[in-house]
């Protein structure tokens, strides 16, 4: 499987994978830097900074937009992976190896979660530790709302991390039952809709069942994604 999930890497290129997850990084470190120690979320009138209910501290923004980032480009890999070997019916020529078809998609869907997982707990890390590093040095308008010598916040991330992940496999499902890169895209968003996305003062982010739906859902379709493959025409 290890060789498989290898050979998907390279196949897919994926060092242009890595250079963008260290550009989304960047971009999204840069701009919790921004937030939290350049006052650029600050009223220009009282200096106080404006937050949405619920984003008061720079540890619940960091889930956020990295979550939200790194779902969407989860989705992304699962299309070129997995969606647009379908459309384009080269998937076929895969199917032709002396290797079961299953274990082929399964190698393909673990290469997109490890590299994704990898890339968003790295990412996260690095960003938690910046904001972290200069805290005792400059003024912070958010307060950092984390403790990095906690073992928790560790678990908590690693956690995170994986749900987000997972999630990309319902946009998988759906995209490669419609054939559609755009529709894994479109439900990547929609799901991170419904776990973060607030109506009013609702939300669902706190909720602890949420999570556990979803990623049941996740698993569920990560079964499916795979379900009678042996037997399955792809015409």
């Given at each position: 499987?290890w ?6 890497w ?69 299309s ?67 403790d990095?010598k ?5 678990i908590q ?20 039952g ?24 609702f939300?669902?982010r ?20 795979m379900y ?8």
């Open positions: 499987m060789k498989l999930i290898k050979l998907e390279k196949k897919n290129k994926v060092s242009k994978y890595i250079f963008s997850a260290i550009i989304i990084v960047a971009l999204i470190g840069l701009f919790m830097f921004a937030q939290c120690y350049l006052g650029i979320a600050n009223d220009e009138y009282t200096g106080i900074p404006d937050s949405v209910p619920g984003m008061e501290t720079m540890g619940v923004q960091i889930e956020l937009f990295t979550n939200l980032c790194f779902l969407v480009y989860t989705a992304a890999m699962m070129t992976f997995i969606i647009t070997p379908y459309k384009n019916n080269t998937m076929n020529l895969m199917f032709s190896y002396p290797i079961k078809r299953k274990k082929i998609v399964l190698s393909q869907m673990l290469s997109v979660w490890l590299f994704s997982f990898c890339a968003l707990l790295l990412g996260k890390l690095l960003i938690y530790t910046l904001l972290a590093a200069v805290s005792g040095n400059m003024k912070a308008y958010f307060i950092l709302g984390y990095m906690n073992l928790g916040f560790y991330i690693i956690l995170k991390s994986a749900i987000t992940v997972s999630l990309g496999f319902i946009a998988l499902f759906v995209g490669k419609m054939k559609s890169s755009k529709a894994a895209i479109i439900t990547s968003f929609l799901l991170f809709g419904v776990m973060n996305g607030n109506i009013g003062e939300t669902l706190n909720n602890f069942i949420v999570p556990v739906v979803l990623i049941s859902a996740s698993l569920i379709c990560a079964y499916l994604s009678k493959l042996e037997v399955k025409d792809l015409t």
